[in-house]
Nanobody, 122 residues
Framework: QVQLVESGGGLVQPGGSLRLSCAAS????????MGWYRQAPGKQRDLVAT???????SYADSVKGRFTISRDNAKNTVYLQMNSLKPEDTAIYYC????????????????WGQGTQVTVSS
């Protein structure tokens, strides 16, 4: 069994910063891509940023230059540094990982965290 646990959400004023963390735990053989998605009320879940096991990153246009994704492979953890936050960044942020579990190392499964609320408001 694999679990993703997010932390770091909260309330911040416009222009402020937050850092989200997501730690994967359990019977993990390897983790390939990791990423962050977000879902605002009444809207679909959208991709925010992704990072490969080798460190190649990609970002949604709306967050380029403001958000930075990184990961610590030794800790099975992915981070999202969010700067210059705007009210439109308000959403539930979900961590995502493509994991090969030790029980079936040839098969890749997709796991999601439970979500962490980010609210940008004055």
């Amino acid at each position: 069994q694999v679990q993703l646990v997010e932390s770091g959400g909260g309330l911040v004023q416009p222009g402020g910063s937050l850092r989200l963390s997501c730690a994967a735990s359990g019977s993990i053989f390897s983790i390939n891509g990791m990423g962050w998605y977000r879902q605002a009320p009444g809207k679909q879940r959208d991709l925010v940023a992704t990072i490969t096991s080798g460190g190649i990153t990609s970002y949604a246009d709306s967050v380029k230059g403001r958000f930075t994704i990184s990961r610590d492979n030794a800790k099975n953890t992915v981070y999202l540094q969010m700067n210059s936050l705007k009210p439109e960044d308000t959403a539930i942020y979900y961590c995502h990982a493509k994991v090969r579990p030790t029980s079936y190392p040839t098969i890749e499964y997709t796991y999601w965290g439970q979500g962490t609320q980010v609210t940008v408001s004055s």
